[in-house]
């Protein structure tokens, strides 16, 4: 088998060649061009065209053509056809989920990250990446107030970092109190006993986990949430006490620092008290809300969550950097042997006496990118203080987006005093529906708002149900989006639900999901 002369190929790879440099600054020149005028500039928050729409555009590429296309030709198709109609984070109307706009220095960091292509599982695949990531583990340990035998590691999300969590805590609880090794010898004999706790409003992926653990959704055990939608310390007593009464093993508790609809807090100082007392692995879930450990005003809200085991954060959240990048910090260094395994390949034991680091030992994942690199990059361009300030806006932003709801008639703000960035509402309608109870009237509304205005092109809002009702809800993350913005989001909102009304239920039936025409025809 013969191979090219590897000069034939150096455009292709970013290499010391003319060639190579010549051949990526036109590259990166023509996708910065598709980003700043196919994305950048969108005038909407989404085109507003119907999913059939997109997809007939799509299915029309050639994938793969047996010749290739200049690369310029490749991503101005690739911009009319997928850049034009994807949701513009950017847009101040963009306010449904925790799906943040970027910062401009962490884009910058992705063409660092994705050009030198380090694989974060061992010493000899990333270097200085490695050193640079314990680095910044060290730094997220003070942040949230752990001490020196703190350690972490960078994973995709909060979903991973519960996972990992609850892996660590099962674990680590069947080897100290139930004298079981589970990496040898697989689910200890009293698994279907063992429980885990939650409130109400945790997270899915608890649930999820449990089920990837062989432990089982029903080992989940849901605390109800108070008034203000934080776990009930009553109702988590009773179930302790239940779950005793019933030879039940409680082995984990989990407190939720900023829960998904409502950023509502959990009190974790009293959490960490129980978990201390009873022995349990004490897991705080800040994924939303632990960018707050950068506030010069509301850090003390999270309070307590120092005394965690272990802690969930987020930086594709307030940390607004480009997804994925997240981080799974413990109190302590040592549960992470329940997971390590050797490779002669990747990280041989004769290694550990050299102490080489390699990070695949604390992750459940090998080949894994430098996302470090991009908080880093962010961090040290915008200080802490630049983080605070952003921050605060966006709360500042929602505390006005409730108090607007508050005062108008057509609007039942859920959650007049927010805890973090989330606001929850219901738009009430001026009339009763026909052939259908109010209740199914006002969510039947609300629905079709959210839809209406992202087939118009006019806000992506989010959805979601508070007691069974169906409601809308504003995740306000971006600190570009004033209060202005909001009220011009709101006037949108009830200029829907009256038109809808005005139908009688008729539009239920015959108004499709997406609309077809869009609603800014010049970048269709």
Not at 226 to 245: C, P, T, V, Y
Not at 277 to 282: A, E
Request: aromatic fraction near 6%; hydrophobic fraction near 40%; glycine fraction near 6%.
């Amino acid at each position: 088998m013969t191979t090219q002369p590897s000069s034939v190929m150096d455009h292709l790879f970013l290499n010391e060649t003319a060639d190579s440099r010549s051949s990526y600054r036109r590259a990166l020149n023509a996708a910065h061009n598709v980003i700043l005028d196919q994305f950048a500039r969108l005038p909407g928050a989404f085109s507003g065209r119907e999913a059939n729409w997109i997809a007939s555009r799509i299915e029309h590429l050639d994938i793969c053509p047996e010749a290739g296309t200049d690369i310029e030709a490749v991503l101005e198709q690739a911009g009319k056809t997928v850049v034009r109609h994807s949701v513009a984070v950017h847009h101040p109307a963009c306010a449904a989920h925790l799906h943040c706009p970027p910062l401009i220095p962490s884009l910058a960091a992705e063409a660092l990250i994705s050009s030198m292509n380090q694989s974060m599982d061992s010493w000899d695949q990333s270097p200085a990446a490695t050193l640079l990531e314990q680095r910044m583990i060290r730094w997220l340990c003070g942040l949230f107030r752990y001490g020196g035998q703190a350690d972490g590691v960078f994973t995709s999300g909060g979903t991973q970092s519960n996972f990992m969590a609850l892996l660590l805590a099962r674990d680590h609880f069947s080897m100290t109190r139930l004298d079981w090794n589970v990496q040898k010898n697989g689910l200890p004999p009293q698994a279907d006993r063992l429980r885990i706790l939650c409130s109400e409003a945790a997270h899915f992926t608890i649930r999820q986990a449990a089920a990837l653990l062989g432990l089982g959704q029903e080992a989940v055990v849901s605390v109800k949430t108070d008034a203000n939608h934080r776990m009930s310390l009553k109702d988590l007593d009773r179930q302790l006490a239940d779950m005793e009464g019933r030879g039940l093993i409680p082995f984990a508790l989990v407190g939720t620092a900023g829960t998904t609809d409502f950023g509502s807090i959990d009190p974790l100082p009293e959490l960490a008290a129980r978990a201390g007392h009873r022995g349990l692995w004490f897991h705080v879930d800040a994924a939303y809300g632990g960018a707050l450990a950068l506030s010069d005003r509301y850090s003390h809200r999270l309070a307590g969550m120092d005394h965690a085991d272990s802690i969930a954060v987020d930086f594709h959240k307030l940390f607004y950097q480009p997804i994925s990048c997240g981080a799974f910090l413990t109190k302590e260094s040592a549960p992470f042997d329940r997971i390590k395994l050797n490779a002669d390949y990747l990280n041989p034991e004769e290694e550990e006496s050299q102490d080489t680091p390699n990070l695949v030992d604390k992750s459940i994942q090998t080949t894994r990118r430098f996302d470090a690199l991009k908080l880093f990059i962010s961090l040290r361009t915008l200080g802490r203080n630049g983080f605070s300030r952003m921050i605060e806006n966006t709360l500042e932003t929602a505390r006005e987006a409730a108090r607007l709801m508050t005062e108008d008639p057509r609007l039942e703000v859920i959650n007049p005093s927010p805890e973090l960035n989330a606001v929850v509402f219901r738009y009430l309608p001026r009339s009763a529906g026909e052939g259908v109870s109010d209740s199914e009237w006002q969510d039947q509304l609300n629905r079709r708002i959210r839809h209406s205005l992202l087939s118009e092109g006019k806000a992506v809002i989010a959805q979601t149900k508070v007691d069974g009702a169906t409601c809308l809800k504003l995740t306000l993350l971006n600190p570009r989006t004033t209060p202005e913005d909001i009220q011009s989001i709101l006037e949108e909102v009830k200029l829907a639900g009256f038109r809808l009304e005005k139908t009688k239920g008729e539009c239920f039936e015959h108004v499709p999901l997406f609309g077809t025409a869009g609603h800014h025809a010049e970048f269709l």
